[in-house]
C-alpha cells in the first residue's frame, strides 16, 4: 500500500496514527508538497478529484480518500486493536464522537487556518471573517470535550478510538492558530491530551 | 425509539429515508420547531450538546446524534437490506462518498443557505461572502457526482447505499439556494435523481 501525506498536514496524520496504533508498517508514505501544488495536479487527480491528502493507494491502484474511509478499510483489514468499536453501541458512539470531531472541531479549525492565515490563497479565497467566525466556532467545541473527558477515559468513552484520534490531530492542528486549551479550564481535556501525546503513534508526523 | 426530527430540515430527512429504505417503522418521530428554538432548550441539549437534529433516542435513554453514527447504529440492528455495504470495499467505497457527499456538498449546501439567507440569525453569525462561496464550493461539486454517475448505476457504485441519500437530500436542500443540476450539462446525475426521487423513501418528508 501507498499512503499519499504531506508533511504537517492534519489530516494525513490521523491515518499515520491510526496506522501506528494497529502496527501496520506494510505502507510506503510518498510526501506530496501541497505548497507547491503537487495535489493539484492531473496525476493526483486521477487518484482523488477532491485533491486532498490523504489518499491511501491499494497494491491493485484502488485509491481512497477520506480519512474516515481510510480507517474503516483498515479496520476491516486489521481488526485489532478495535480503533472504530466492537459491540454494536461503542461502534455508534465512536462514529458519534468522530464525526462530531470531524465537522465540528477539524474542519472549523481547518476554515480558521485557511481563511485567516492565507496559506492556500493562490487557490482559494480566503474570507477573513469568516476564519475569525471559524476559530469561533472551533472554541466552542472544548467545552463539550471537557464535559465528555470529565466522566470517561477517551473522547468516546473507556477505550482509546478513532475519535481521540481525530480530536488529538485537531487540537495540535489548532496551535497554528493559537488556540491551546488552558488547564485552569480545561482539566479533563488537558489531561487526556498529556496522556495522548505520551503514546508511540503521537510521535509520528 | 424516538427520533428528533424538523419539518423540512435536510439531515433529518437522511434519517427518515434511511428508517424507509429499511423499512424500520418502529420510531415515534417528534418534530421540533427549529425557528422558535427547540432545538436550543436545555432538554434538547441533554440528548444533544450540538444541539441539533436529528437525535435518535434509544428505549433505554441513550441518545445518538450525527447522521453517520445514526446509520451506523440502524445498519448494526437491521442489516438488510445494506445501506453501508457487504464486503470490505464496498463498505469502504459507500463511506467515502458518504463523506465526501456531507463535507463537500451537504456542508457547503447548509453554509450556502444559512449565510446567504439569514435563516438562523438569530443565533448565529451570518457572513454573507462565505455564502457566496460556499455556494460555489458546493456546485463543484457536480462535475464529480456527474463523472461518477456516468460509470456508475449509483453514488457509490453499482447498488442504492447510504451514499445516494446524503447526496440526494443534499441536492434537495440546494434547491432553497436555487441549485438545480441542468439536464444538458449533468445528464447522468439528472438521470440519477429521477431514479431516486421515484423511491418511496424520497417521499417521506
Redo the contacts between chains.
Keep these: 500500500m501507498k499512503l499519499y501525506s504531506a508533511h504537517k498536514a492534519p489530516n494525513p496524520r490521523r491515518v499515520l496514527m491510526f496506522l501506528a496504533e494497529k502496527g501496520i508498517t506494510d505502507v510506503e508514505v510518498v510526501n506530496l508538497d501541497l505548497s507547491a501544488g503537487d495535489n493539484l495536479h492531473e496525476d493526483f487527480r486521477r487518484k482523488n478529484?477532491?485533491a486532498k491528502v490523504p489518499v491511501l493507494e491499494l497494491d491493485d491502484g484502488?485509491c481512497?480518500?477520506?480519512?474516515?474511509?481510510i480507517y474503516?478499510?483498515l479496520e476491516?483489514?486489521v481488526p485489532e486493536p478495535a480503533l472504530l468499536g466492537r459491540t454494536?453501541?461503542e461502534?455508534?458512539?465512536i462514529?458519534?464522537w468522530e464525526?462530531?470531531a470531524?465537522?465540528?472541531f477539524m474542519?472549523t479549525v481547518g476554515h480558521c487556518f485557511q481563511h485567516t492565515t492565507g496559506f492556500f490563497k493562490d487557490r482559494m479565497?480566503p474570507?477573513a471573517?469568516?476564519g475569525e467566525?471559524s476559530g469561533l466556532l472551533a472554541r466552542q467545541f472544548l467545552p463539550?470535550l471537557e464535559?465528555q473527558l470529565t466522566g470517561h477515559d477517551f473522547v468516546a468513552g473507556s477505550e482509546f478510538s478513532a475519535a481521540d484520534i481525530t480530536v488529538f490531530c485537531a487540537l495540535e492542528f489548532a496551535k497554528l492558530v493559537g488556540m491551546r486549551p488552558d488547564a485552569e479550564e480545561f482539566p479533563a481535556l488537558v489531561a487526556w491530551y498529556q496522556g495522548i501525546k505520551q503514546r508511540p503513534s503521537a510521535a509520528i508526523f
Tied chains: 1, 2.
Design positions: 478529484p477532491m484502488t481512497i480518500s477520506e480519512c474516515g474511509a474503516r478499510y476491516e483489514r454494536i453501541m461502534k455508534t458512539l462514529e458519534m464525526r462530531r470531524e465537522l465540528s474542519l479565497t474570507i471573517a469568516w467566525e463539550l464535559e
